[in-house]
């Protein structure tokens, strides 16, 4: 027996001869990879990286400015989609004026927005200091204006009016006119109706300015014909195009196919070395590169997009060009330069010394090799590998490391064993605990701190009458199914699981890690949610089961988040008036009859991306103010017409219900939304409310 046991064991070697071996060998590797990489190759890998390096710069920075298109492209969707501006009501109309200011101060790269329409009515509005000094002088108006609102209303019949607005939108003088100016004449009016799927006019010389820009312009899809347009002036390119820049002397700038720099982080510069055409723009020749615009023909003719040339004084330079996505026909494009020896100087300057000091190296390190050859082993960079793993808290299943030496060996078991439990470990406590718990090193305490989260409630209807009777292994089978579900969505759109109460789930977001659109994500993870839930329903019908149909509760304010319990058991939670606001509005559902309920909080930090419906006024225990509860019914981008205009309906009819009660023009307007939705749970909530005061008030008579 002892001699099987000896013949079965496993072959094992000293740990300093296998290190020592791979050492040595490392080590004559690298040598002889040293002697190969002369000096033409290190020329080849630099240019390489260079030619990388700025491709993605380039990128980046086409990106950014696409980006900046993009918002602008944005707040015109917006601006056209209000009734006002699809009506024409133009004239006194201070929300309108409110909303055209908010959207020029959140968008800083635009000059001004307005809008055409086909009986010449007008109107815009300026931001007066985003142009030329000499701009603001030639409108001889007090230094407290900064709007300029121009008035056309044909519809109205009124006279051409120009109003000049503070900050606070206060009128601080007006003047008559322009008269003779026509919206339909402009180019940024015609060509919206000649291609409506090119955001881009220009560039041209602005009717108000006199500078050069490019006007992003949309065709009004509902209403009036007309086209909502916005101006960005060359100008304002410069700051964007200097945040562009790579290295010292590198820059980048905007062209388009006619070869004219249309931006530049020195436009003015440039433009003031044309005087004899004021209303032109520089050509390529302007930046004394001959040697660049044949490069962008070349890149035009579907050649690369990273090329190297060199200057009159022979220095050479890296180029990369770049389209803009947004510009459509316009066809500008973004393009890179910068000089290869700023970047990589060290490396061409001293690379005959780098190459001897490495060459000494490896003479140097291999009479070392028996000192470091213990420190290292391949199995142990593994080993390495698997515990930097575990830290960025990459738990996965992975196969146990094996190795020869037995020290390894056994290092390799408790490496494997630890990943096991850390996997077990999140199962019980949320990722982003554990994940800090590994980065910092520190360990769990009671104890949290107030912040600022997103909590949701959920809870199956009727669930004890639904499953009171049926097996109960079957019941965690599906209702385990129905959290996985659940569970998947919310941490999907970054949400952390608090804890299962039952067949409810409560969850909450930017807890533990920050996340500053936690009230957008967790109306996400609820739609999410809602998808997820019917298609699991359908699974669970054909299954035989009954269906769980969730209710859900949100609300977004301070709580205290943290650690809770004993020492040797706790609990990671939120707690607070906001965590129990969030359970009453779930439970509120079926009040109403609906399955996702906000309060006021959430929908007026998401009401930009989703749509909501007005549904009660609630005062909860332990609030001193009334709390507006709303329905959350879907994604802005994704509702039907039909959907939006009942959710418009309806709030005015909620209005009328909250300033008249129960007036006979509120009940007529509530009996005809029944006529059309006789199904709808807040209508008759509201209708059951005023038919129950009106038998009460008859019962007190």
């Keep these: 027996m002892t001699g099987d046991r000896t013949s079965k064991r496993e072959f094992r070697i000293g740990f300093q001869t296998s290190i020592i071996t791979v050492f040595v060998g490392v080590v004559?590797?690298?040598?002889?990879?040293?002697?190969?990489?002369?000096?033409?190759?290190?020329?080849?890998?630099?240019?390489?990286?260079?030619?990388?390096?700025?491709?993605?710069?380039a990128q980046l920075g086409a990106d950014h400015v696409d980006e900046q298109f993009k918002n602008v492209?944005?707040?015109?969707?917006?601006?056209?989609?209000?009734?006002?501006?699809?009506?024409?009501?133009?004239?006194?109309?201070?929300?309108?004026?409110?909303?055209?200011?908010?959207?020029?101060?959140?968008?800083?790269?635009?000059?001004?927005?307005?809008?055409?329409?086909?009986?010449?009515?007008f109107i815009e509005m300026d931001v007066i200091d985003r142009t030329k000094p000499a701009f603001r002088a030639s409108l001889n108006v007090d230094q407290d204006a900064a709007f300029r609102l121009v008035l056309i209303s044909r519809t109205a019949g009124a006279?051409?009016?120009?109003?000049?607005?503070?900050?606070?939108?206060?009128?601080?003088?007006?003047?008559?006119?322009?008269?003779?100016?026509?919206?339909?004449?402009?180019?940024?009016?015609?060509?919206?109706?000649?291609?409506?799927?090119?955001?881009?006019?220009?560039?041209?010389?602005?009717?108000?300015?006199?500078?050069?820009?490019?006007?992003?312009?949309?065709?009004?899809?509902?209403?009036?014909?007309?086209?909502?347009?916005?101006?960005?002036?060359?100008?304002?390119?410069?700051?964007?195009?200097?945040?562009?820049?790579?290295?010292?002397?590198g820059f980048a700038f905007l062209f388009d196919d006619a070869e004219r720099i249309v931006?530049?982080?020195?436009?003015?510069?440039?433009?003031?070395?044309?005087?004899?055409?004021?209303?032109?723009?520089?050509?390529?020749?302007?930046?004394?590169?001959?040697?660049?615009?044949?490069i962008i023909r070349s890149w035009r003719d579907d050649g690369p997009a990273q090329q190297f040339?060199?200057?009159?004084?022979?220095?050479?330079?890296?180029?990369?060009?770049?389209?803009?996505?947004?510009?459509?026909?316009?066809?500008?494009?973004?393009?890179?330069?910068?000089?290869?020896?700023?970047?990589?100087?060290?490396?061409?300057?001293?690379?005959r010394t780098l190459f001897a000091l490495a060459l000494a190296f490896v003479g140097a390190t291999i009479p070392f090799a028996f000192w470091l050859g213990s420190l290292m082993a391949r199995p142990l960079r593994k080993l390495v590998e698997e515990?930097?793993?575990?830290?960025?808290?990459?738990?996965?299943?992975?196969?146990?490391?094996?190795?020869?030496?037995?020290?390894?060996?056994?290092?390799?078991?408790?490496?494997?064993?630890?990943?096991s439990v850390v996997r077990s470990f999140a199962s019980f406590i949320p990722r982003q605990i554990v994940r800090q718990l590994i980065e910092t090193g520190a360990s769990l305490g009671l104890g949290g701190s107030r912040r600022e989260v997103t909590v949701l409630f959920t809870d199956v209807a009727d669930f004890t009458a639904k499953t009171e009777r049926a097996d109960p292994s079957q019941v965690m089978i599906f209702t385990s199914r129905y959290f996985a579900a659940l569970s998947d969505e919310i941490m999907r759109h970054q949400g952390t699981i608090d804890k299962y109460i039952g067949d409810a789930v409560m969850a909450f977001w930017n807890a533990p890690a920050d996340d500053p659109d936690h009230t957008v994500n967790a109306c996400r993870a609820i739609l999410a949610c809602l998808a997820a839930n019917d298609a699991l329903n359908?699974?669970?019908?054909?299954?035989?089961?009954?269906?769980?149909?969730?209710?859900?509760?949100?609300?977004?304010?301070?709580?205290?988040?943290?650690?809770?319990?004993?020492?040797?058991?706790?609990?990671?939670?939120?707690?607070?008036?906001?965590?129990?606001?969030?359970?009453?509005?779930?439970?509120?559902?079926?009040?109403?009859?609906?399955?996702?309920?906000?309060s006021a909080a959430v929908r007026a930090r998401t009401d930009h991306a989703f749509l909501f419906r007005s549904v009660d006024s609630i005062r909860p225990k332990g609030f001193a103010d009334a709390i507006e509860v709303s329905e959350l019914r879907g994604e802005l981008a994704r509702a039907g017409e039909a959907d939006i205009a009942m959710c418009r309906r309806w709030d005015n009819i909620f209005a009328l219900i909250a300033q008249d009660g129960a007036s006979e023009t509120t009940l007529?307007?509530?009996?005809?939304?029944?006529?059309?939705?006789?199904?709808?749970?807040?209508?008759?909530f509201h209708a059951q409310r005023f038919r129950n005061a009106a038998q009460n008030a008859g019962a007190a008579a």
Excluded at 86 to 114: C, G, H, T, V
Excluded at 586 to 598: F, S
Aim: charged share 20%; proline share 6%; no cysteine.
């Design 387 to 419: 515990t930097d793993a575990i830290q960025r808290f990459e738990i996965a299943e992975r196969p146990r490391i094996h190795s020869a030496i037995s020290e390894i060996e056994e290092l390799g078991r408790s490496v494997f064993t630890m990943r």
């Design 309 to 351: 040339f060199a200057d009159a004084a022979g220095r050479t330079y890296v180029a990369a060009v770049h389209r803009l996505d947004t510009t459509g026909s316009a066809n500008v494009r973004l393009a890179m330069i910068a000089p290869l020896d700023e970047f990589y100087a060290q490396i061409i300057n001293e690379r």
């Design 159 to 249: 006279a051409p009016v120009t109003q000049y607005l503070s900050e606070n939108l206060i009128q601080v003088a007006e003047v008559a006119g322009p008269v003779n100016y026509d919206p339909r004449q402009r180019p940024w009016y015609v060509e919206a109706f000649r291609n409506d799927k090119t955001l881009l006019t220009g560039p041209y010389i602005f009717y108000a300015t006199g500078e050069p820009g490019y006007t992003l312009r949309i065709p009004l899809k509902e209403g009036r014909r007309g086209v909502v347009a916005g101006d960005v002036l060359l100008n304002r390119f410069e700051d964007m195009l200097a945040q562009q820049k790579l290295g010292p002397s």
């Design 263 to 294: 931006g530049h982080p020195e436009m003015n510069r440039l433009m003031a070395e044309i005087p004899e055409r004021q209303d032109d723009l520089p050509q390529l020749g302007a930046l004394k590169l001959p040697a660049l615009a044949p």
């Design 668 to 684: 007529v307007r509530l009996s005809g939304f029944l006529h059309d939705h006789p199904s709808d749970g807040i209508a008759l």
């Design 28 to 57: 004559l590797l690298v040598g002889l990879t040293l002697v190969y990489l002369s000096f033409e190759r290190v020329t080849v890998i630099t240019k390489t990286a260079a030619a990388g390096f700025i491709e993605k710069v």
């Design 73 to 121: 492209r944005d707040n015109l969707d917006i601006l056209s989609a209000l009734p006002p501006i699809q009506e024409a009501d133009i004239a006194d109309n201070a929300r309108l004026y409110s909303l055209m200011a908010a959207m020029l101060r959140n968008n800083p790269q635009l000059f001004n927005l307005y809008v055409g329409y086909e009986d010449g009515s």
């Design 538 to 598: 359908t699974e669970f019908r054909r299954e035989g089961w009954p269906p769980y149909d969730t209710r859900f509760g949100l609300h977004v304010g301070d709580a205290v988040v943290g650690n809770i319990g004993s020492s040797d058991r706790m609990n990671y939670t939120a707690l607070g008036a906001t965590i129990n606001l969030a359970s009453r509005l779930e439970g509120l559902n079926k009040n109403y009859g609906t399955r996702v309920l906000v």
